[in-house]
């Protein structure tokens, strides 16, 4: 049976790592403080605010809450998030997307100051990370399935990887982290041609399809290290599932990540670092 590469003890380890930065930081007066902008109550994003919110608290991050109701106009919207954007007080943006229909995502994701992205959302934190600078911030999905791999000594160097998802969100950010890290990357999408062949020589496979249990026996071998970074409820089964059916991948592959309680439960602590890291370089700035 394959290893399971747990995301408890990987965030405990960052945690403990957060708390002593936040007590150097507040040594110098500073208290990192998050804004979650929120539009209206969608189950989804107030289960991760909770997640958040729950994060910050135990680590002294303050938080300042923010929400709209979904029928929000345009102008109330962006007059909010350029207020965000230039209060000095806060030093980290959590945008909720998708944004309602009537508001304009690609206007809101590049109006977002990049040194308050901490999510990674904007072109400039993009190109940070396909320049592999610190432009930004690294999407936090994609650092949280590179933080599981720092964590249980999962060497790239050298390895196939590949890629089953081309989003900006996950896929083709994390593609970049892994050729960082001298991984040979192949990234796979919808048009790509018999799929399940190329996953099988993967030696690291990091799956991001946004399909639940989408892939199944025939796409794993022997040895394997598969990061499952989807989630979703299925209602059959009565049960969070990721995009890999478990039960098909666990008795092949080398190790894997379960859902829930594998990439998921990284994430949250990744977006809580990068909010005092945004707070680190403010700092670094007015020194």
Request: proline share 5%; glycine share 10%; with cysteine.
């Amino acid at each position: 049976m394959a290893k399971r590469l747990e995301g408890a003890p990987v965030a405990a380890a960052l945690s403990e790592r957060m708390a002593s930065e936040v007590k150097a930081l507040e040594l110098r007066g500073v208290t990192p403080t998050l804004a979650i902008l929120r539009i209206g109550e969608r189950p989804d994003d107030l289960s991760y605010e909770k997640g958040v919110k729950k994060r910050c608290a135990a680590l002294g991050v303050r938080v300042k809450g923010v929400v709209l109701p979904a029928s929000v106009d345009s102008g109330t919207f962006f007059d909010t998030l350029e207020k965000l954007n230039e209060d000095p007080a806060v030093h980290g943006i959590l945008m909720f997307r998708p944004l309602p229909p009537h508001l304009d995502s690609e206007k809101a994701r590049q109006m977002l100051n990049p040194a308050k992205d901490i999510d990674g959302c904007t072109d400039a934190s993009l190109a940070g990370v396909f320049t592999n600078t610190e432009a930004g911030f690294v999407p936090c999905t994609a650092q949280a399935a590179m933080e599981i791999l720092d964590y249980y000594g999962i060497d790239c160097a050298g390895k196939r990887a590949v890629v089953l998802g081309r989003s900006l969100v996950v896929g083709r950010p994390v593609s970049m982290l892994l050729m960082h890290r001298n991984a040979t990357v192949t990234i796979c999408h919808t048009k790509t041609l018999d799929m399940p062949s190329i996953a099988k020589e993967a030696d690291i496979l990091l799956v991001c399809t946004g399909k639940m249990e989408s892939i199944g026996a025939e796409y794993f071998r022997k040895g394997q290290v598969v990061i499952d970074v989807g989630i979703g409820w299925n209602e059959e089964k009565g049960k969070l599932c990721g995009d890999v059916r478990f039960a098909e991948a666990e008795p092949v592959v080398g190790a894997i990540t379960p859902v829930p309680g594998g990439v998921g439960s990284v994430t949250a602590c990744v977006l809580v670092s990068h909010i005092i890291e945004a707070a680190k370089r403010k700092q670094l700035l007015s020194e």
